[in-house]
């Protein structure tokens, strides 16, 4: 299943707000995004399309195990990213996070899986 950029996005929001399981109001993921809460009405309603998380009208929103997957998929992505730019290369803290946010939607998975073969081995050497 193709994932936009900006759905991604809501769900690595909605798992890390939800501390990989619970529920999460839409106000909390629309100040984290910095969005309105109707960006995130219709965004969730996407996502409810996808079957990657539940809502009851106008309740908390909560991610389906298939959604879970996808935002972990997501996050981890990000946080391997994220942890070469700021780690390896020495890129500052604000734009490890930005550029790790911009990169994680196009890196393809062979990309991807080459440079945490490449991160384990690394830290291996240094331990």
């Known amino acids: 299943m193709k994932i936009s950029a900006s759905s991604q996005d809501y769900l690595e929001a909605l798992l890390v707000l939800s501390g990989n399981g619970g529920?999460?109001?839409s106000v909390d993921?629309?100040?984290?995004l910095n969005v309105s809460r109707a960006s995130v009405n219709k965004a969730v309603g996407i996502l409810k399309d996808l079957g990657l998380v539940n809502q009851e009208r106008y309740g908390e929103i909560e991610l389906t195990p298939e959604g879970k997957k996808a935002a972990r998929a997501v996050h981890e992505k990000h946080n391997t990213l994220k942890y070469f730019l700021k780690e390896?290369?020495?890129v500052s803290e604000e734009n490890a996070e930005n550029d790790a946010c911009g990169m994680e939607h196009v890196i393809s998975i062979e990309t991807?899986?080459?440079l945490q073969d490449y991160l384990q081995k690394l830290n291996s050497q240094t331990n």
């Open 29 to 32: 993921v629309a100040k984290r």
């Open 23 to 25: 529920s999460v109001r």
């Open 112 to 114: 991807l899986e080459k």
């Open 88 to 90: 390896v290369l020495g």
